[in-house]
């Protein structure tokens, strides 16, 4: 279980490959790429889905530039 302080994190919604690669204006190949790469993903019922927080740390710590609040 989350601790409090990160409780809200872990309520977001987790987004598919196409919804991420839309947002953030790059193909669903670039996506399964990042994935590939080390971006935290989940495998829920056969689908690749990722919580938004975790692809915003994940792409900050390799300098690519994100639009503000891309997912929302």
């Known amino acids: 279980m ?3 302080a990160v409780m809200d994190r872990y309520k977001a919604d987790l987004l598919p490959k196409k919804v991420i690669a839309g947002a ?3 193909s669903v ?3 399964e790429r990042w994935i590939e790469g080390g971006l935290p993903c989940r495998n829920v ?3 690749v889905r990722c919580n938004p ?3 915003t740390d ?3 710590l390799r300098n690519v530039d994100l639009p503000a609040g ?3």
């Open 45 to 47: 019922f056969g689908v």
């Open 58 to 60: 994940w792409l900050k």
């Open 53 to 55: 927080h975790d692809v």
């Open 2 to 4: 989350p601790k409090r």
């Open 29 to 31: 190949k670039t996506v």
């Open 24 to 26: 953030l204006r790059v």
């Open 70 to 72: 891309w997912w929302k």
